[in-house]
């Protein structure tokens, strides 16, 4: 509800005078705000409770009253929501899902701050700037600020609704919430930037979750993001503000972080109870086969056997969000009904106008921050005495200046001029392997070529003698699978302990005849232990189970290649020197392997749930050492998307960074949060929105120096000694195929044959020049984005200088690269031609095997497709045929290279090169082509 108007009543006129009269300031007072306020107009008074119709001055219609019928709760519930969506701490959603949600419920509380009766264009602006700043600030977190950025994002979009409300009441909760989400804002940049303090927050939620146990009668192991403490924190904080500020008695201020705390210890209680009543749920009914196959009915079971226990935190987060109401609805009813609300209404209005308080105030800018402060000088074109700048406004800039400058590290080394000698020996196969049927648990036999590709060295080893560790400056140990021998061991030790550094990749622990997983013997002098379980991620290997610390290892410019590898593995057991660098947010460790085996696992009572570490970082002595325990960040067939994480590893060990939460970093970090934790409780609402505008933009640019500093890891095939083998892979083009190699749609098999030919594939997201000029092949499969303008010259420029361009496109796929290809002068065709264009519809062949006959020899290989169409292109540049002796594959040359088209989407991937072996009696038709 706005201001009183000329449509109130004569009698509630009446009532506003003569409270106006009793309630008026005492001459001393007046004397000491007559200089603040001499400039500003009535309306401006107003928004102080000094005006005419101020809160203030009004008895007819109560502080509390106004604020019970204004938009403050429900506004502040809506933020609060959206802050915790942004940062996952509403249970497992993918990143697409939390944003829009976070979006959808910060774009509601806009709506409701600025939808009211508005009265004058003044408050029209005024609302419009902080309905606009609280939008912007959310895309500008959102979209260039990472993790720590759509935190900070909202907290700049909660002062902006903050400082441009008018009445005190609900400008008081906004404010509360604007303190509340800036201490949680700080909690997450700790825990996801310090190690100590994640160290700190991961034994207080373990604590906590056996205290819950115990009461619950069953074990509970957890880590923070299940133990949720970010929920009680920031409804805590709300709260106690929002009593305090009412002048609450220190036993209301005591009960409601009591009844906070008590609800949330239920509610792990009943997380203790989930797989209790998971197991009591009825069983799933019998998939069939995939042949007759078909989806179940919806059940409520099976609803909640796949809700639990991912979906807990979304049902404290709406108790909290309750709890939260109950408070501000009862304690404004209290003001209502007790005394016509004068005591909660003098104490608001009171700290609303001291200039010490923590609380808004509109209209006035009687405390600034530095750097309202400057801009009110540069407005005015002099230096006014008044108003002052807030003492603890500095003290928040200063922290928000350390934090920034502990976080500024930019990755710019490339991984040249590197040598790297890796241990002969482990579960994998140093060399590639001829087919996935004869992979086992993997094979590395691509590194020595990408490393080449990077000028760098890579070197076997048999026992890691003291001459290869001389010349090594990283070691690299994959997956011991037998006991070391104590002097190799204590060479490695001793090697680390003067400087040395060390990649070891391990897994999760596997038996075979005499050879079984060796962890122990090497990591546990280092304060590490791989346990003998399984990582299982909810729904199973999907990457928005993980989070990930603020590393510069973790800052890749790429969206869909250099990401960390996912999947079920190991998990780490961290001493407090470690640092968490991933961790599976959403998944649990099942003990042993059979999980793996038989492919089924539930979670049972007692099993750690949340956050298991997967890699970490720790020094050694003076030497530094990384720990992955998911080997496939360098299996040969994830290689083309895992190699630029492989390449910033690979840079950073090699290089003198040191990782943002350790050393003179750490400390800098420490008193940066602890300073803004103290300037947040200390100052006025202007001058917070300042501060948490201050902390998100130091954070978005210094996020985007360090991301954008980084250099191209695409490895350099001109460096090969015979011919340019770097294969570039389009995989920025919404391209047909999975990411996950082994699926009917992946890519591992294509990526192993051409490892055994010597060629090195490397996914590629933007075709620009300077990404392929490394590369003397580009393969694009099915792309469903057109290439841009820019993207095109650049395929063009490749092929003047003699590289090669093979699309593979059936006519069901080729809308968005054939004009492109028609350019070249190769037609993919298109299916289904659009009404009223006069191409001839062309008709799918279905899955063929041929031969087809190379130029140089003098007999003819068989060929297989899969989903097979007809091709158009001269004669003369026919490459296979199919049926009715069409074209389904052409070559032809375009100024010193070549484009090679085939009218299959599928030929390369798994589906046709793995998966479908009838057409030639279950053998593999490809070896030769």
């Known amino acids: 509800m706005g201001p009183p108007t000329s449509a109130d009543s004569p009698g509630q006129s009446g009532a506003r005078s003569a409270e106006r009269r009793s309630s008026s300031p005492p001459a001393s007072s007046k004397q000491g705000k007559r200089e603040g306020s001499a400039r500003l107009s009535p309306r401006e008074k107003d928004g102080l409770g000094q005006g005419p119709s101020s809160p203030a001055a009004g008895l007819g219609v109560s502080l509390a009253a106004e604020a019970a019928a ?15 969506a942004a940062n996952g701490s509403l249970g497992f959603m993918v990143p697409a899902l939390r944003q829009a949600l976070a979006f959808s419920l910060l774009l509601i509380g806009i709506l409701l701050a600025t939808g009211r009766r508005i009265e004058t264009y003044r408050e029209f602006w005024e609302r419009m700037v902080g309905g606009l700043g609280a939008f912007l600030s959310f895309l500008i977190g959102s979209a260039w600020g990472g993790e720590l950025g759509r935190s900070w994002a909202l907290v700049a979009a909660a002062g902006c609704l903050a400082i441009t409300t008018r009445d005190p009441a609900n400008r008081a909760v906004l404010h509360a919430v604007q303190v509340a989400l800036a201490l949680g804002s700080l909690y997450l940049t700790g825990l996801y930037t310090w190690p100590i303090f994640w160290h700190i927050v991961n034994l207080f939620s373990v604590v906590w979750g056996d205290l819950a146990g115990k009461l619950a009668g069953t074990p509970l192991r957890l880590g923070p993001t299940f133990a949720a403490i970010e929920l009680p924190l920031v409804i805590g904080v709300i709260a106690i503000c929002w009593l305090r500020w009412r002048g609450a008695k220190v036993l209301h201020l005591l009960a409601a972080p009591l009844v906070i705390l008590l609800f949330h210890t239920a509610y792990l209680a009943i997380l203790a109870w989930v797989p209790h009543f998971v197991a009591k749920l009825p069983p799933p009914p019998p998939v069939g086969s995939l042949e007759e196959y078909t989806p179940p009915a919806w059940t409520w079971a099976g609803f909640l056997r796949r809700a639990l226990p991912w979906s807990m935190p979304l049902g ?15 304690s404004l009813a209290a003001d209502v009904e007790g005394s016509g609300g004068e005591v909660g209404k003098e104490q608001i209005v009171s700290a609303t106008s001291s200039g010490t308080a923590s609380l808004p105030q509109r209209g006035s800018l009687r405390q600034l921050g530095p750097l309202s402060r400057l801009l009110e000088i540069g407005l005015k074109g002099r230096a006014d005495p008044a108003p002052p700048i807030a003492p603890m406004a500095w003290v ?24 790297v000698v890796a241990w002969k020996g482990g ?11 004869t992979l086992e648990m993997g094979s590395w036999g691509g590194l020595p070529l990408l490393f080449a590709g990077w000028g760098s060295r890579f070197l076997l080893s048999e026992n890691l003698s003291a001459e290869d560790l001389r010349q090594a400056h990283i070691v690299l140990v994959v997956h011991p699978d037998k006991p070391w021998p104590e002097d190799q061991v204590r060479r490695l030790h001793d090697y680390l302990a003067r400087g040395g550094r060390m990649l070891f990749i391990g897994g999760y622990h596997f038996r075979e005849e005499d050879r079984t997983s060796q962890f122990q013997q090497l990591l546990k002098p280092l304060g590490l232990d791989i346990p003998f379980e399984t990582t299982l991620a909810v729904g199973r290997a999907r990457e928005q189970t993980f989070a990930f610390a603020y590393h510069p290892v973790l800052l890749g410019r790429e969206k869909v290649i250099g990401k960390p590898p996912w999947g ?10 470690w640092q968490p660098l991933v961790w599976a947010r959403w998944a649990w460790g099942d003990p042993g392997t059979d999980a793996l085996l038989t492919g089924t696992a539930n979670f049972d009572p007692g099993e750690q749930l949340g956050d298991l570490i997967v890699a970490a970082e720790t020094r050694f002595g003076k030497g530094r050492v990384i720990v992955w325990a998911n080997s496939e960040i360098i299996t040969d067939h994830n290689l083309m998307r895992h190699y630029a994480l492989l390449g910033r590893l690979v840079s950073y060990l090699g290089s003198d960074l040191s990782p943002p939460g350790r050393g003179w970093r750490g400390i800098l970090l420490g008193g940066g949060l602890l300073l803004l934790a103290v300037s947040f409780l200390r100052v006025s609402a202007p001058v917070l929105c300042e501060l948490g505008a201050v902390a998100l933009v130091a954070l978005v640019l210094v996020h985007q120096i360090n991301v954008r500093s980084q250099p191209v890891y695409v490895p350099d095939g001109r460096l090969h000694p015979q011919w340019n083998n770097v294969v570039a892979i389009d995989l920025g083009h919404l391209n047909h195929g999975s990411l996950s190699p082994w699926s009917p749609d992946g890519w591992g098999a294509f990526q192993l044959l051409l490892l055994r030919c010597g060629f090195l594939p490397v996914g590629v997201e933007c075709l620009s020049w300077e990404t392929l000029s490394r590369a003397g092949m580009l ?6 984005r057109p290439f841009s303008s820019g993207e095109q010259v650049a395929v063009r420029k490749l092929l003047e200088e003699g590289g090669t361009f093979i699309a593979l496109v059936g006519a069901d796929r080729s809308a968005a690269v054939r004009p492109f290809l028609r350019q070249l ?3 993919p065709g298109l299916f289904p031609v659009p009404v009223g264009v006069p191409d001839i519809e062309p008709e799918p062949m279905g899955c063929i095997h041929t031969f087809y006959r190379a130029g140089n020899v003098e007999y003819d290989s068989e060929v297989l497709f899969y989903a097979a169409w007809p091709i158009g292109c001269d004669p003369s540049e026919h490459l296979i045929r199919g049926k009715n002796n069409l074209p389904v594959a052409a070559i032809r040359p375009v100024g010193r290279g070549r484009v090679v088209l085939f009218g299959d989407s599928d030929f390369i991937l798994n589906t046709n090169l793995e998966f479908t072996r009838q057409p030639t009696d279950g053998r593999p038709a490809h070896p030769a082509f």
């Open 568 to 577: 079920d593995g190991a998990s780490l057991r961290l001493s407090w020197n």
């Open 427 to 437: 579960f994998l196969r140093h060399e590639v392997a001829e087919s996935s049927d």
């Open 70 to 84: 204004g938009p403050g709760i429900a506004v502040a519930l809506l933020l609060v929501a959206a802050w915790w």
């Open 316 to 330: 404290a987060a709406i108790g909290h969000l309750i709890i939260l109401w109950v408070v501000l609805r009862l």
């Open 396 to 419: 928040g800039l200063v922290g928000a200046v350390l934090i920034a400058v502990s976080l500024f590290q930019p990755l710019t080394r490339v991984p040249e001029g590197i040598t």
């Open 779 to 784: 393969i694009s499969v099915a792309p469903q």
């Open 825 to 827: 002068g190769l037609d």
